[in-house]
C-alpha cells in the first residue's frame, strides 16, 4: 500500500505564490519519477511539471519560468513552487509517481488532488 499526502493549495490573488507539496509513504523501495498534474473543469488532466530520482525536470510550457519542482529523496517528497500564478492556473493539482517495490516491480500512484484558485 501506498499514500500520496498532498498539501498546500488554497486561493491566491493572481502574481501571488503557493508552495505545493505530497509525502509518499507505505511500501516504497525506490521512487524513479514524481511530478504534479493539474486538472481545470471540463479539461483533460494535464502535466505541469515531472522530476526524476536523478533530479532532471521537465516543465509545461505554460509553466516555464514561473513553477520549480523539486523532491526530497530522503523525505519521499515532491514539492512544487509556483509563482506569478494566473488565473488560468487554477485547478486541482494531482500529484504523481512511478514507484518500484523491493521485487522491483514499478507502479503508478496519484494523490488526491488539492485545489489551487487563482483569482483576478
Known amino acids: 500500500q501506498v499514500q500520496l499526502v498532498e498539501s498546500g493549495g488554497g486561493l491566491v490573488q493572481a502574481g501571488g505564490s503557493l508552495r505545493l507539496s505530497c509525502a509518499a509513504s507505505?511500501?516504497?523501495?525506490?521512487?524513479?519519477?514524481m511530478g504534479w498534474y493539474r486538472q481545470a473543469p471540463g479539461k483533460q488532466r494535464d502535466l505541469v511539471a515531472v522530476i526524476t530520482s536523478g533530479g532532471s525536470t521537465n516543465y509545461a510550457d505554460s509553466v516555464k519560468g514561473r513553477f520549480t519542482i523539486s523532491r526530497d529523496n530522503a523525505k519521499n517528497t515532491v514539492y512544487l513552487q509556483m509563482n506569478s500564478l494566473k488565473p488560468e492556473d487554477t485547478a486541482v493539482y494531482y500529484c504523481?509517481?512511478?514507484?518500484?517495490?523491493?521485487?522491483?516491480?514499478?507502479?503508478?500512484?496519484w494523490g488526491q488532488g488539492t485545489q489551487v484558485t487563482v483569482s483576478s
Open positions: 504523481n509517481i512511478y514507484a518500484m517495490d523491493s521485487d522491483y516491480r514499478g507502479y503508478g500512484y
Open positions: 507505505g511500501s516504497i523501495f525506490r521512487i524513479n519519477i
